[in-house]
């Protein structure tokens, strides 16, 4: 079992049950429950819990953004001595185009991933980010973002 930073225990079952959502959300609680040796509504009973306490914060879907038109992605180094944290936040929050961002340590104060329909959308961003701060881009060839990070974890946890 792992403790977390509100002291509440994690047992083996509960790890498990996020294991199997993070592969699939939709997956049902009678399929987890034959995975994990637990009936459907005790599997219920403690997605119910976990939500509650925070430990699962939301279900997304997976979109593929080529399919919906949306074919440039980029990262977007943002760095800004204008602005202090709250204000980079509040603007890059306002920006529709930017899917994610990261606010990170070394040369940069921000990562923001930016998803446009085209180049010339993704450089009036830039633009408009460049009035406060400086910018460095890296367009997104290819990704893969379904890597079972939780697996691994899980994996590594049984073993400390």
């Known amino acids: 079992m792992l403790k977390t930073l ?32 637990l009936s459907a509504p005790a599997v219920a009973d403690r997605i119910q819990k976990l939500e509650k306490q925070g430990y699962i914060k939301g279900y997304n879907a997976n979109i593929d953004f080529d399919k919906i038109g949306l074919t440039i992605q980029a990262f977007v180094n943002f760095k800004s001595t204008k602005l202090n944290h709250k204000e980079k936040v509040k603007m890059v929050e306002g920006f529709p185009e930017v899917a994610e961002w990261h606010s990170v340590t070394g040369n940069t104060s921000m990562v923001l991933k930016v998803i446009t329909h085209n180049s010339r959308q993704l450089e009036e961003v830039i633009e408009r980010l460049m009035e406060f701060g400086e910018t460095s881009t890296s367009l997104i060839l290819s990704a893969r973002t379904d890597l079972k990070f939780f697996k691994n974890v899980l994996k590594n946890k049984k073993r400390a």
Do not use: C, H, T
């Not at 002291?7 to 790890?15: A, I, P």
């Open 6 to 37: 509100n002291n509440k225990v994690l047992d083996d079952l509960n790890w498990n049950i996020l294991k199997e959502l993070s592969e699939n959300a939709r997956i049902s609680s009678a399929e987890i429950g034959r995975r994990v040796g």
